[in-house]
């Protein structure tokens, strides 16, 4: 009862008030749509977050020994804050339902008629009684560990000693916990593809598929996401269906990563299967980096090999086994050395072939794989003997050579979708532009970025805590609420909550790319030999009939 007592008589209204006013301004849009149960969970954290900025605030000012309201004053100015704030509140509340269904109707998503107030006030409150209380818990340890100090200490050096005695047992324990968490995840994913190994399917009947008794790739130790990609995809008969013409099949090379101990091994046993496979005797080679789990996506691998007739191979190979997330926080190096790999060791291989002989050369990557690849596509491999050109679909915010660009965009073009130079070199895709408008004609190297405007995996700031981000000082793209605005600390909780809600967005919008956006930009990148603007149109109504990841045979 002592300690409840203390909880309550400890309550600061003046900061419980910032906590609302942080949780009113949490209910207005973001890039993504929330349902009520996020929404709650997103205001009960900036609710904490506002009462503990109210509780530093009011040890600073206690510390300054600057003067405080008492009695009476102190009373009119907490219900003057309290009817200001619920007011507040109370405006956002009920316009979060228009602000939410205007965003959704931008989204091609069914408006919703109920706004679920019960649902956002409950979770709310609950999120940020844990909170409040963890936050008690802590401070009762703190004062536990600085009365052992006052001991044998002056009272200044114990308050010093007892924040860094708790920091530190804090430190020890989320670290641990953090790391128990991954380790027991990518133990799980591990034993996922181990047992995928030990029941692997039957290998490839024919002897030009990588991973077949001909391939030099050991089929049960390629993975999942390695033996669908090599297998899924339109054959030759598919794609003559499509053309007209008579056509190849498309050549797919992928090294799972238990086919090699290291990312040198790895790539060089993906460079002699191309060999074997005459990949090289091809018009295009696409080498691409994949998903943190392996994945291929097929809605922009299946279009480009319709467009060049089969006469294309594709090779990639597999860092990890995580997801993109935590494939980032814990093998973001593995990546980057593996995409590194791969692509000097066909880069090297290629330079030596006849010019007029040798396929065309692309990197490509989606997501994570578009941060590796970019990063494998250093400024040494495009000035000597440079690569055709690189397509990259949702890059991540912190990939710096897409951050590099982003910033090189000319004065008065926009931040999601910017111009860069004459757009002769580089040039930008969305869900409402298709990278074919321009000052100049493409050069021989052409870059090509895809990138949503609603995508938080690429439009994420960090300082967004502080500072609105550069596209907040743009107008509001088309699938970008316009009650969007920029409220400091909330704003960057509610971009953060968008990049966990990305992935489960519409396709074409959030970090849902699929295959109608990727058709125009592979052909302004590769430049189908006589393909026209109907055959675009065409290849799009042919991924729409009932292929909503790809567009294969299958």
């Not at 074997?276 to 018009?283: Q, V």
């Not at 007029?356 to 997501?367: I, K, Q, T, V």
């Not at 869900?431 to 990138?451: C, G, K, P």
Request: aromatic share 12%.
């Amino acid at each position: 009862m002592r300690w409840i007592r203390s909880l309550v008589t400890g309550f600061s209204v003046p900061c419980i008030m910032l906590g609302l006013f942080f949780f009113a301004a949490s209910l207005t849009p973001s890039l993504i749509p929330r349902g009520p149960m996020v929404q709650g969970v997103l205001g009960g954290i900036v609710i904490a977050l506002g009462y503990l900025l109210g509780k530093i605030i009011d040890l600073i000012w206690q510390a300054a020994d600057l003067p405080r309201l008492h009695g009476r004053l102190a009373l009119i100015f907490n219900i003057l804050l309290a009817a200001a704030v619920l007011a507040l509140a109370a405006w956002t509340v009920t316009s979060n339902l228009k602000w939410q269904n205007a965003l959704r109707i931008k989204m091609d998503l069914e408006p919703v008629e109920t706004q679920h107030l019960a649902t956002i006030l409950l979770s709310a409150a609950l999120t940020f009684a844990v909170a409040f209380i963890v936050g008690a818990i802590i401070a009762t340890l703190f004062r536990w560990i600085r009365s052992r100090f006052y001991r044998f200490m002056p009272p200044r050096r114990a308050n010093v000693l007892g924040v860094v005695a708790v920091v530190l047992i804090l430190f020890v324990i989320t670290r641990d916990g953090i790391l128990d968490q991954a380790v027991t995840a990518l133990d799980e994913s591990y034993e996922t593809a181990q047992q995928l190994f030990d029941a692997a399917p039957p290998l490839p009947t024919k002897p030009s598929q990588a991973g077949s008794s001909a391939s030099l790739i050991d089929w049960a130790a390629m993975g999942q996401p390695g033996r669908n990609f090599v297998t899924s995809g339109p054959n030759a008969d598919a794609i003559s269906a499509f053309t007209g013409k008579t056509a190849m099949d498309p050549i797919r090379v992928y090294v799972g990563r238990a086919n090699g101990e290291t990312p040198q091994e790895r790539a060089e046993l993906a460079l002699a299967e191309l060999k074997r496979l005459k990949a090289f005797e091809r018009d295009v080679l696409i080498v691409t980096s994949p998903t943190g789990t392996g994945w291929m996506d097929p809605g922009s691998h299946d279009p480009v090999e319709y467009m060049h007739n089969g006469n294309i191979a594709t090779v990639s190979v597999q860092y990890s086994y995580l997801q993109s997330p935590l494939a980032l926080v814990l093998e973001t190096r593995t990546g980057l050395d593996q995409a590194t790999a791969l692509l000097e060791v066909v880069h090297r291989y290629w330079q030596t072939l006849p010019q007029d002989s040798r396929p065309r050369l692309y990197a490509h990557g989606l997501s994570l794989g578009a941060w590796s690849s970019m990063y494998a596509t250093n400024l040494f491999r495009l000035v000597d003997d440079p690569i055709d050109g690189a397509f990259w679909a949702g890059p991540p915010f912190p990939s710096e050579l897409w951050q590099y660009v982003q910033s090189a965009r000319q004065p008065g073009s926009s931040w999601m979708l910017p111009t860069i130079d004459d757009g002769s070199l580089v040039r930008y895709a969305s869900h409402f532009a298709d990278a074919t408008q321009a000052e100049a004609e493409w050069r021989r190297m052409r870059i090509v970025f895809l990138q949503y405007s609603s995508d938080p995996i690429v439009f994420y700031d960090p300082f967004s805590l502080w500072r609105a981000p550069p596209w907040m000082n743009d107008p509001p793209a088309e699938d970008v609420s316009e009650h969007l605005t920029f409220i400091p600390i909330v704003t960057q909780f509610q971009l953060a909550l968008d990049m966990a809600l990305s992935f489960g967005a519409p396709p074409g919008h959030g970090h849902a790319y699929f295959a109608q956006d990727y058709i125009v930009p592979w052909v302004e990148v590769t430049a189908p030999e006589n393909w026209t603007a109907d055959d675009t149109e065409r290849l799009k109504a042919h991924c729409d009939l009932g292929f909503q990841f790809g567009c294969s045979n299958e």
